[in-house]
């Protein structure tokens, strides 16, 4: 019997629609249950929205809809968006179904009979923002959110929660509660100040569910929202397949929320849970906040990021691998375009993309598009690398150490791009003798199976690509790959590739100023349209394709005695750069096409010096480029900078050059 593996997220609010913050959490989780069910775990992953309250209540009337109208339509955008991303939950609970209902009135009734409920009155300040009550003086702020709070008089219902201060403090104890270490600290401090009892009900507005056997309260928002995570799996169903359901993956193995609603959570929710005597979830996990200037995302500062401007652009791979790379999780983490987009081009365009674009292609190109036999099980200090970044990736990963965890594995792809290079297989290529034909076979084979092994740890966090790759490998359908038995040597040779194409083309300057066009729009209220590049411009290059162009036009050269400032001369960019792939271009005699290390990203350049260098005596030489040179097509082929060289009258082209040792991304002043 499958071992099971229960994820939630939190339920999202939907008094405004969703950013990429509410993003981040789901991601992040979705990530966590594809991991699991690769490992083999019968996985449950849950997420919603959470619809009730009187902040609700009151959005609602603003917006001249009803409360049901206004919830319809903004977790209608939760889950349309929810689907473009592709996120792979197994349900969408939301408190307005009755389904829902029910089980919250059930889990009412069982806290209630079981002697924590009982009627009261409450005075004092009410925070309808976090539909929270706070002990702060009338006309105080909110200690939570400095907003203004509201004197609220009611006849109320209250829990006893201060019965359970003993018992939540032994779980914090426990170190995997809740995670992390400081959010646990947290917790505790706020339990040991004293416990009160908590108000469970309200009777001033009726946006709610009803109390049981009294109608004129309804059941307070956070109980009402806490109860989701059992609802959706069936407690409280009369049905047998629902409450097989509840047996089966009660208590969550993981539920996943923002360090702002720890108190809710780590709290209130296993006091309720202890109330009704269920099981306790096994740990709860707060991550922090995604800041865009500095700042908390929020409606109310007009900063919030769409996750559709980021899919129209860069797609939803690039946003899932950025945020849970870039930002060490359970810590604040900031969010720009342009970090998005550098991100994007070195880890994925010029990392992964550029290592299976080179490796499935040279396959292709030098042994008929099918995987080699190599010597032994390929190159042993690759082989162990790989072995080592398995391990090293399985235990970050599962700690929700995600930005480490990817680092190991781009650790591993930047090994096989150094060993392409030092090998040059392009060199072997051109030989006919068997020596240097093993040694070719053994290297791609080696390359690609490291490629197949970061493809397989990695396809949880960026999914669509990774099923192109490894369709690209032969292997099959990803999905139904055993992830607990990946090790190195498992791709067999003789495997036939599939149809190589990029799956991370480059993204040049323009994304960003796409991307912030279209944010503004929406800021303006204006209807936002996805900003197209012009002619002129290709924000994301597509795939290398040769194809036959007429030669470009000659350009005039300048005037003999033109004179320019020293403020044009700053404007060109010259940075030393490392030649780690040349080859020539089919049909053009004058050009190599050679792929660049700037220290930062790698460069695709076109070069018409063909006459002059050797394909092989480039590789590994350092070299001067004009790094801010406008993109340029040729012969099919996007070149981003020129190689600088001298060309005399009559005489081959010679490369600028330095004597001594200059570190590549030097910029030359």
Known sequence: MARKFYITTPIYYVNARPHIGHAYTTLACDAIARRQRMLGADTFFLTGTDEHGQKIERAAQAAGKTPQEFADEVSDKFRALWRRMGISNDDFIRTTEERHKRRV????????????????????????????????????????????????????????????????LALYDGPNFIRPETRRNEVASFVRSGLRDLSISRSTFSWGIPVPDDPKHVIYVWLDALANYITAIGFGSSHQGAQDAFKKYWPADLQMIGKEIVRFHC?????????????????????????????????????????????????????????????????????????????????????????????????????????????????????????????????????????????????????????????????????????????????????????????ALVHSVIPDATTKIWSQLG????????????????????????????????????????????????????????????????PLSGP?????????????????????SIDDFAKIELRVALVKVAERVPKA???????????????????????????????????????????????????????VAASPDGGKAVLAGFLEDVPVGTRLK
């Open 544 to 564: 290398p394709v040769v194809e036959t162009s007429k030669a470009p036009a000659a350009v005039s050269p300048p005037v003999a005695d033109a004179k320019i």
């Open 105 to 168: 009135q059930e889990l009412w009734r069982v806290i209630r009979d079981n002697g924590y409920i009982y009627k009261g009155s409450y005075t004092g300040q009410y925070c309808v923002f976090d539909e929270l009550y706070v002990d702060v003086g009338p006309g105080e702020p909110c200690p939570e959110c400095g907003r203004p709070t509201e004197t609220v008089h009611e006849e109320n219902y209250f829990f006893k929660l201060s019965a359970f201060q003993t018992q939540l």
């Open 267 to 455: 709290v209130y929710w296993p006091a309720l849970l202890m109330a009704a005597g269920l099981p306790l979830p096994k740990s709860i996990v707060a991550h922090g906040w995604l800041l865009f200037e500095e700042n908390k995302m929020s409606k109310s500062r007009g900063n919030i990021v769409r996750t559709e401007t980021i899919l129209d652009v860069l797609g939803a791979d690039a946003l899932r691998y950025f945020l849970l790379r870039e930002i060490v999780f359970g810590q604040d983490g900031s969010f720009s375009f342009d970090a998005l987009v550098q991100r994007y081009n070195s880890d994925l365009a010029n990392g992964l993309g550029n290592l299976a674009s080179r490796t499935l292609t040279m396959i292709t190109r030098y042994s008929g598009g099918s995987v080699p036999s190599p010597v032994a099980s390929g190159d042993e200090a690759i082989a162990d690398t790989a072995r080592k970044t398995i391990e090293s990736y399985n235990g970050l990963f599962d700690q929700q150490q995600f930005s480490r965890a990817l680092e190991a594995s781009w650790a591993l792809v930047a090994a096989v791009d150094k060993y392409i290079v030092e090998n040059a297989p392009w060199s072997l290529g051109e030989k006919t003798d068997e020596a240097s034909k093993t040694t070719l076979a053994t290297i791609l084979y080696t390359s690609a199976e490291a490629l197949r092994i970061v493809t």
């Open 475 to 538: 292997s099959g359908d990803i999905q139904k790959f055993d992830l607990s038995s990946l090790k190195w040597g498992q791709l067999q040779p003789g495997t036939k590739l599939g149809a190589v194409e990029a799956v991370f083309p480059r993204a040049d300057k323009s994304a960003v100023e796409r991307m912030q066009q279209m944010e503004e729009q929406e800021r303006s209220g204006a209807p936002v349209t996805e900003v197209k590049p012009s002619a002129s411009e290709n």
């Open 589 to 643: 005699d004058k050009l190599l096409r050679l792929e660049v290390d700037l220290g930062t990203e790698t460069r695709q350049i076109l070069a018409g010096i063909a006459e002059s260098y050797t394909p092989e005596s480039l590789v590994g030489r350092k070299v001067v480029i004009v790094a801010n040179l406008a993109p340029r097509k040729m012969r099919g082929l996007e070149s981003n900078g020129m190689i």
